[in-house]
């Protein structure tokens, strides 16, 4: 009979030896599964009652785990397939060059002249606007504003009645202040050539509108009998046609509504068929855009031939410099002075221009028997330029002086000033003209100065 002393020696050293098989198996747990775990023999300090010898403890392997398979009528994998598949191009198409937003065939819209330029109104980027058409435009200008980039180009959107242009690349220039010193009104654009290269135009100034027209069959079906048409020749940019000042051999003429004068000679030849010397002439001064201001002298010619129309005695212009490039086949322009006369129709697609001149057309016209060249200056009109030997130098008027009243009226605009200023050879006019803050009063008999 064991004691209690014996029972709980005993049960110390089962205590003690379960510590001894936790070790071990904790050591085998750390070891690679995969290979057998051994250790050195470790004899029992104390003597088990079920065992009477001392034996070897082991740690005990837990087997790994079998690999994945895929079954044998599974096909081999070659390629993975992208997570995501790449985005389709969204980006817009661009816009057309042009749209026909009504279901006419023409879109027709009213003509202003301001210095005998022909203004209309337009949208440009949504709103409302004020253009001049210049047939002999290269490119579209918009007005800079006063602090406005220059010498830029952007693209905008311009309307002409239900005609639109989403986009149409524009040059920056000083467009308003060229229109409103020298025309007397304001214009935001200039277009020409991005209008006709596109489609047919017609611009009849006596009934003061301009047509556009969709296709080339409607403005050859629109030209009343007696129309004289010509070929057109695109010369660096310019809508051209073939005439001949005083019987001379055919020559090539733009033809610029935006140009002042009758008919302008810029070629060597041109020139030498109308020599400044020998002849009457008076000085000029004038300004475009783009180029600025430039002077010469006028003359009278006998004729000038345009198809079968004669123009009787119309003035040229001689400027002292080249206006064109030295290398051009132009020999000169012919200006709005004689196309404002007429009902003209260029259908740049087709090469044909089409005139119509009603009756007294093609008559000799006077010009500036004042003598006086006005301009606009912050909204004072003042004078540009007298020409000497006239009415207006032998009153001693001058440039810069600025025009108070004409005939008892003040003009509030330059087209009203200029036209108080017309009238017959022999009619008197009286002036009142602002000097240093002194105002003076003269009277004008008007006479033919060339």
Do not use: C
């Amino acid at each position: 009979m064991r004691t209690g002393t014996g029972v709980l020696e005993h049960g110390i050293k089962g205590i003690v030896a379960g510590v001894f098989v936790a070790a071990a198996m904790a050591g085998g747990a750390n070891a690679n599964s995969e290979f057998s775990y051994a250790t050195q023999p470790v004899p029992s300090q104390i003597s088990s009652p079920a065992a009477s010898t001392s034996a070897t403890l082991l740690p005990v392997v837990l087997p790994s785990p079998s690999p994945i398979v895929p079954p044998r009528d599974a096909p081999a994998v070659r390629r993975t397939t992208a997570p995501f598949s790449p985005a389709p191009n969204t980006s817009a198409p661009p816009p057309p060059d042009s749209i026909w937003l009504g279901n006419d065939e023409t879109v027709t819209v009213p003509i202003v002249l301001h210095g005998e330029r022909p203004f209309i109104q337009v949208v440009i980027d949504g709103h409302p606007a004020t253009a001049v058409v210049d047939t002999a435009a290269v490119e579209t200008l918009i007005d800079a504003g006063a602090a406005g980039d220059r010498d830029t180009t952007e693209a905008i959107s311009l309307q002409i009645g239900d005609l639109r242009f989403p986009r149409l690349r524009a040059a920056r220039a000083r467009v308003r202040a060229y229109t409103e010193t020298y025309l007397g009104a304001g214009a935001d654009a200039i277009i020409g050539r991005d209008l006709m290269q596109r489609y047919p135009i017609s611009l009849d100034f006596p009934n003061r509108s301009l047509t556009v027209f969709r296709e080339s069959h409607g403005s050859i079906a629109a030209q009343p009998a007696g129309a004289v048409s010509m070929t057109l020749r695109m010369i660096d940019g310019r809508p051209a046609v073939a005439g001949s000042v005083d019987g001379q051999p055919p020559m090539w003429f733009a033809l610029s509504t935006g140009a002042s004068y009758e008919v302008q000679l810029d070629s060597v030849a041109g020139r030498a068929s109308h020599p400044p010397h020998g002849q009457h002439s008076i000085p000029f001064r004038d300004s475009r855009i783009p180029g600025g201001d430039y002077s010469g002298v006028l003359v009278r010619a006998r004729s000038l031939t345009l198809g079968s129309l004669a123009f009787n005695q119309p003035l040229l212009a001689l400027p002292s410099t080249r206006l064109t490039q030295p290398t051009s086949e132009l020999a000169g322009v012919i200006g709005a002075m004689t196309l404002t006369r007429l009902s003209l129709s260029i259908d740049e697609l087709a090469g044909s221009v089409t005139i119509v001149a009603s009756q007294g057309a093609t008559a000799a016209r006077l010009y500036n028997l004042s003598g006086i060249t006005l301009e606009m200056r912050n909204g004072t009109i003042v004078v540009l330029s007298v020409v000497p030997g006239t009415p207006a130098d032998a009153a001693r008027i001058r440039e810069g002086d600025e025009i108070v009243t004409i005939n008892g009226l003040a003009p509030a605009t330059l087209d009203f000033a200029r036209q108080l200023l017309d009238g017959s050879p022999g009619t008197k006019i009286s002036i009142a003209y602002r000097r240093w803050h002194l105002i003076h009063h003269v009277t004008l008999p008007l006479h033919v100065i060339i």
